[in-house]
């Protein structure tokens, strides 16, 4: 049978020599180990004075996008609590009234729109499935919290801000591919909302 | 010198003996998790205190504040008893070692050695035979099936390997002619460390020393994946910081035994040579002893850090089978090189 690994070594029963049997040169070869690990550069990170760095196509806390007038992008279309394997997602669909055009961007949207962040696995699915460039996976850590209560996160945690400076930059997690398909007109209006799109 | 001045003078090395045997316990406590760390590529403790070095206070405060528990099944006094023996007989030890030579100031004479008792050996063995009853006692008045197991391999795993290292003491003790650890300790001036004269009966008083003190590998007594916490499961707060505070003290101790016995004490190769003054050359004589203790503890976690611990079978083929030849032969081959030398007559 091939070896699994190339470290495997055939265990042998034979008898053990004199300087075997006294041990220490083994016992002196193993703290010889151990001091040059007592020597070797650390690998702690200290945590909240240094951060390890996010690939970044991170898949961390989620964010409701607004279109380029501030806008919801979503519509409440429930793709995604389809498409989410651990059904972290919920929603509550509305009709959007007269007047409320600079809030939402179609005529349904999403009245309350929650995600359990203890139910999530983050495999980002639900952007996937996502038609209106609505629902991003970003790279910001999902906060800890005391209670259960605290990790249904509503839309009041997940829709980014109006003002335009403070909009979550999502474009990273966009291949190049897809940023250029999505210029086509007939999905211009699906393009991702950045401040990178709107120099 | 008066006799209340020779009162005050002893009043005041036992004192700072106790104090240097509590901090460097102490601060055993803070190394021991620097060296696991750092031998472990992590960085250990670093967050109270520059470096991490108020851990130590933290972690007494904490020993302070929890709660003391005493079972209701267990024996009070002798609960009690117990981490006070193991404390007691740890801090005592320190009175018969030297720490180094002799300071002259106006004209008095003052060693720095709390008592030059002519058996200081003896002294020695005895106490840390007395020291087995703490944890006996600890673990028997606990009434806990671990901690009653913990006591008993202690106790039998101290006493199996005290024989070896009395043995390996009587090897010495034939080559200095004395029992006397001051003598033993001025006898090494220069290269004359005993090391070089006993090298096999110095290996074994170490593997000895690390059995005697419950220190990996020979810590069966407290092997919490068998044992929960051996001899010490039942205790809380202050009284269990005895027993491992008594451990610390016990290391320091035994390190600083090692060093005087077989590694010339506060003596330097070379240093004599030098004609430096007396005052001077004894103030060096004890950061020489300390350099060598501090190397030795650091030897002890060292090995701890390295070493799996032994099954029970092994501990006790290794004290009763190998150990204790080893040693009778060692005797007998010193007894050899003497007669051959003609130092016997």
Known sequence: MQALTTRSKIAVNKKMTFMERIYIPAILGGMAITLRHFFKKKVTIQYPEQQREFAPIYRGHHVLKRDENGAERCTACGLCAVACPAEAITMVAAERKKGEEALYREEKYAEIYEINMLRCIFCGLCEEACPKEAIFLTDEMVLTDYARAGFVHGKDKLVEPMDKDKRIDVSKRQTKEVAEFKKHPEYAHNQVYTKSLKA | ?345
């Open chain 2, 1 to 345: 010198m008066t006799f209340t001045g020779f009162l005050i003078y002893k009043a005041l090395l036992v004192l700072i003996v106790f104090t240097i045997s509590l901090v460097i316990a102490m601060y055993s406590t803070y190394a021991e998790r620097k060296v696991a760390a750092f031998m472990q590529d992590r960085l250990g403790p670093n967050r109270a205190g520059p470096f991490g070095l108020l851990q130590p206070l933290a972690d007494g405060l904490k020993m302070f504040m929890k709660e003391e528990i005493i079972p209701n099944v267990s024996n009070k006094f002798l609960f009690i008893l117990g981490p006070s023996i193991a404390m007691f007989t740890s801090c005592v030890t320190g009175a018969v070692i030297p720490w180094g030579g002799s300071l002259h100031i106006g004209g008095n004479v003052y060693p720095l050695q709390v008592t030059d008792i002519n058996i200081g050996i003896l002294y020695i063995m005895a106490i840390t035979s007395i020291g087995v009853y703490g944890i006996m006692i600890g673990g028997w008045a606990s009434n806990n099936k671990y901690s009653l197991l913990g006591a008993l391999r202690a106790s039998s795993q101290m006493i199996s390997y005290e024989i070896a290292m009395g043995l390996a003491i009587i090897a010495l003790v034939m080559h200095t002619g004395t029992l006397s650890l001051n003598k033993i300790a001025a006898m090494q001036t220069g290269w004359h460390w005993n090391i070089i004269y006993q090298p096999v009966g110095f290996i074994i008083f170490l593997i000895c020393a690390f059995a005697e003190t419950n220190r990996t590998p020979f810590d069966l007594p407290e092997s919490d994946s068998e044992l929960i916490g051996g001899y010490h499961t039942e205790y809380s707060s202050m009284k269990l910081g005895f027993y491992l505070f008594a451990e610390y003290i016990n290391m320091f101790i035994s390190s600083a035994i090692i060093a005087t016995l077989y590694f010339g004490g506060y003596h330097m190769p070379f240093i004599d040579r030098l004609g430096l003054s007396d005052n001077f050359g004894a103030i060096l004589g004890i950061v020489f002893l300390f350099s060598k203790i501090f190397f030795f503890i650091f030897f002890f976690m060292w090995v701890r850090w390295t070493l799996p611990r032994f099954r029970y079978d092994q501990l006790m083929n290794l004290g009763w089978k190998v150990l204790i030849p080893l040693s009778i032969f060692n005797v007998a081959f010193t007894g050899t090189l003497m007669w051959i030398f003609g130092r016997i007559h």
